[in-house]
């Protein structure tokens, strides 16, 4: 999904031709301006080809992973495309050792424990997760940074343990890859300056360190936003 911003001057004059022609005049762009996120949800789920968002609440992260987390508070709702999921500061290994790490996680220890001796974590919460940005491959690092403050603004690269839940949740549930046989580069740098990546390899969510900060078509950029903190929910949400 490209920028609002980026559109060229005649491809909004067209735009606001074709709104006009459909009866869309003024007074009601201005009726539309003043309505509610509710109305303009509503708006954007009737057009065709509308891609609705998902929502792994902290009950569904409880059934997905085994792990008991009390579900008795507010959940957010997605917006087009995206992924709402509720983490609560496990780790890339916590994930690989749950329910649905077992089944859906890549378990061969010469590959996967690389990872264990590293605590990534993040705040617990809700996180609003892109998987993957879209329009960010072929950037090197600092460009595909930039344009996701520019695109998306709110959003950062995504903490490795963040959109490990997102993948890994999606995957089990749906048995689909997300991504698309593609791999997303996180926010966490090794010391080599590789980057934490993601993807889906044979049937299990993979996590590696093996590619850089250069420019690929198949490697994206994962990001995320922490949209309702842990310390905001009712304490029995809190694991």
């Not at 491809?11 to 301006?33: F, P, S, T, V, Y």
């Not at 403050?149 to 903490?159: D, L, N, S």
């Amino acid at each position: 999904m490209k920028s609002l911003r980026n559109i060229a001057e005649r491809q909004l004059d067209l735009g606001i031709r074709k709104l006009w022609r459909a009866g869309i005049d003024i007074e009601l762009w201005n009726h539309m301006l003043s309505a509610d996120d509710v109305a303009m949800e509503r708006l954007r789920a009737a057009w065709p080809g509308f891609i609705p968002g998902i929502v792994y609440g902290a009950e569904a992260m409880s059934r997905i992973l085994g792990i008991p987390i009390k579900a008795n508070g507010p959940v957010p709702r997605a917006r087009y495309r995206s992924i709402i999921v509720y983490y609560d500061g496990w780790t890339l290994k916590d994930l690989r050792c749950s329910k649905a790490g077992l089944e859906k996680m890549w378990q061969e220890h010469n590959h996967q424990g690389w990872y264990d001796t590293f605590a990534w974590k993040a705040d617990p919460g809700y996180y609003e997760v892109l998987l993957p940005v879209p329009y960010s491959n072929n950037r090197p690092t600092g460009e595909e940074v930039e344009y996701l403050h520019h695109t998306y603004p709110g959003f950062e690269p995504a903490p490795a343990p963040v959109a490990g839940t997102a993948l890994l949740a999606e995957y089990a549930e749906t048995g689909k890859d997300p991504l698309s046989g593609n791999i997303i580069r996180c926010v966490e740098q090794l010391e080599s300056g590789f980057r934490v990546e993601l993807h889906v390899d044979k049937g299990s969510v993979r996590v590696g360190g093996y590619w850089d900060g250069g420019r690929y078509c198949n490697v994206f950029l994962a990001a995320s936003r922490l949209i309702l903190p842990a310390l905001s929910l009712p304490s029995e949400v809190q694991g």
